[in-house]
């Protein structure tokens, strides 16, 4: 089944503590990215990345890293985590760098908490 | 620049009447654009998008947009509401010279019966 994963889905973790969460998508797509969704503020992008070993960063880059060193496979990186960071991340997927006519597809998304 | 502006936060129809979910878009070149639903925990899908061909483009579960330059407005249909319509609806943005997608802050879909 072509789809994209998210580990974990769900997270409590502490103030400074850092934390990786993985995406994994088995559709081959080049393009992938990150967004966080807030309640009122919609989706807003912190990372993407056109293909492997290129990254750019999104509207809200402040706190986290990313990589892309295999193409199914990218990463959210928090190196020291703050309570303002709490939020659902999803990852996403699209076939194409630069195709942006073409659907992007979600995971399930990863709800963190900071303390 | 692009941007999306969705009017309403949240929308309320009862079981049958019309849905209509409001989008408004910027765009400095012809825009691609979409709607995305978001079911209760879960990630987004696709209902529909627009890529420069028809201006009335028809999706998922009955659901269609128009795309009307003159207003830069890109708002989804349903002509009957159904309860498993209920979710969070997105409208999004692309355009040539931007590789990413914008989103608007979505709108919420209540269905009563």
């Known amino acids: 089944e072509a789809q994209v994963t998210q580990n974990p889905r769900y997270l409590i973790t502490v103030t400074g503590k850092k934390l990786t969460v993985t995406c994994s998508q088995n559709?081959?797509?080049?393009?992938m990215s990150w967004y966080r969704q807030d309640p009122g503020l919609g989706l807003r992008q912190i990372y993407y990345?056109?293909?492997?070993?290129?990254?750019d960063k999104g509207d809200v880059p402040e706190g986290y890293k990313v990589s892309r060193k295999e193409k199914r496979n990218f990463p959210l990186i928090l190196e020291s985590p703050s309570p303002n960071q709490t939020s659902l991340y999803f990852c996403?997927?699209?076939?194409?760098?630069?195709?942006?006519?073409?659907?992007?597809?979600f995971g399930p998304g990863t709800r963190l908490t900071v303390l | 620049a692009q941007s999306v502006t969705q009017l309403g936060s949240h929308v309320s129809v009862s079981e049958g009447a019309l849905v209509l979910l409001r989008c408004n878009y910027s765009?400095?070149?012809?825009?691609?654009l979409f709607w995305y639903v978001q079911y209760p925990n879960q990630g987004l899908q696709l209902l529909l998008k627009?890529?420069?061909?028809?201006?009335l483009v028809k999706g998922i579960n009955g659901f269609e947009a128009e795309f009307k330059k003159s207003e830069t407005s890109f708002h989804l249909t349903k002509p009957s509401a159904h309860m498993s319509d209920a979710a969070e609806y997105f409208c999004?943005?692309?355009?040539?010279?931007?590789?990413?997608?914008?989103f608007g802050k979505g709108t919420m879909l209540l269905v009563s019966p």
């Open positions: 996403a997927s699209r076939q194409g760098g630069g195709a942006i006519v073409n659907e992007q597809f």
């Open positions: 559709m081959n797509h080049e393009y």
């Open positions: 990345s056109m293909n492997v070993e290129v990254t």
């Open positions: 765009s400095s070149v012809p825009p691609y």
């Open positions: 627009y890529t420069s061909a028809a201006t």
């Open positions: 999004a943005v692309s355009s040539s010279g931007y590789s990413t997608l914008t």
